[in-house]
């Protein structure tokens, strides 16, 4: 049900902490953010669902291992089946990876240490839901916090991740060059970013939501949000 | 139907690192022991299981682990009969 302005989704779990800025991302990027609960098990007729950060349930057991269950993941997981937009930013992207629609996990970072800063990340693909409006190679910034952020996969997952094309942004310089320097958490082959087969499933560990407000931060989410918004009014999960 | 007992434990799999480990190995010279190596750090949950037999139980409680209480990407899970509660 795609009207002039598209609905953009934002789930809250018991835990969620990006919720609201998720919610207030969209509005500003000019979509009709529409706040989902945990338990809801319908979409209200959103063009595509945001899965956002923070510590949802807890972080108990292992980060995102619980919310997968939640009723209104039933849904998600149909809506994205249907090729609908489905978008999860940190803890978003781990509930991703538990409930199998993105591959690998993300484990304790190589650090140690929680980070919390700004970093510039190498768009790998224009072919996701997210980065429509991208080209290949272009860097933006965008800040990461998180302290579970190192994508790890099996030796399978990651040929197929890196054979088919399903990196969506690596971590690297601001000229684009991809060096260990640069990999914050210590994620394989540099991977902030990954997208299911057909490319409207994307998990990233950083925060475009917090990077669309000139007054307080980088703006590297405003693209990210702009093709979202753009790949939801083409109405591709309606 | 009878109560069975079980414990999983769950660790990360070797080749993965494992920065909890690594945090341990690392603070247990500040207490004297310098001697210590390879530290991984896993969980230990356990449970109790109404079934029919020891078998049923047992296959349900390796099932439990593979879905739900390890991740099999990065994890390994052993399940054992625990004393009963």
Redesign the interface.
């Given at each position: 049900m795609t009207g002039s302005v598209p609905r953009i989704g934002v789930v809250t779990f018991p835990g969620s902490l990006d919720d609201r800025d998720a919610l207030r991302a969209v509005r500003l990027m000019g979509g009709e953010p529409i706040p989902l609960w945990h338990a809801d098990r319908d979409l209200h007729h959103v063009d595509a669902v945001i899965l956002p950060g923070g510590f949802s349930y807890g972080d108990y057991?292992?980060c995102g291992?619980i919310a997968r269950f939640a009723a209104v993941m039933q849904e998600v997981v149909t809506f994205a089946a249907r090729g609908g937009p489905v978008v999860g930013i940190c803890n978003g992207f781990q509930v991703l990876?538990?409930a199998g629609l993105l591959?690998?996990?993300l484990?304790?970072?190589?650090?140690?240490r929680f980070v919390c800063r700004n970093v510039w990340l190498r768009v790998e693909t224009g072919q996701t839901c997210l980065t429509t409006g991208l080209t290949p190679g272009e860097t933006i910034q965008i800040p990461i916090k998180h302290g579970e952020g190192?994508w790890?996969?099996?030796p399978e997952?990651l040929d197929e991740v890196e054979r088919d094309g399903r990196v969506v942004f690596r971590y690297a310089s601001r000229a684009g060059i991809v060096e260990d320097d640069h990999n914050p958490n210590?994620s394989t082959n540099a991977i902030a970013g990954i997208r299911n087969a057909s490319g409207n499933v994307v998990g990233l560990m950083p925060h475009p939501e917090h990077a669309v407000d000139p007054d307080v931060g980088p703006e590297g989410g405003q693209p990210l949000f702009a093709s979202l918004l753009h790949t939801a009014m083409a109405g591709v999960g309606a | 139907m009878t109560t069975f007992s079980f414990e999983v434990l769950v660790t990360l799999k070797d080749g993965l690192s494992d920065p909890q480990g690594t945090a341990v190995e690392s603070a247990l010279p500040a207490l004297g022991w310098s001697n210590v190596r390879h530290v991984r750090v896993g969980k230990h949950i356990r449970l109790d299981v109404n079934a029919d037999d020891a078998g049923s139980a047992r296959a349900q409680v390796e099932e439990m682990a593979r879905r739900l209480l390890s991740n099999p990407v990065i994890e390994d899970a052993h399940v054992m009969e625990a004393a009963s509660s």
């Open positions: 057991l292992r291992a990876c538990e591959p690998g996990a484990i304790r970072n190589r650090s140690l190192q790890v996969a099996t997952q210590g | -």
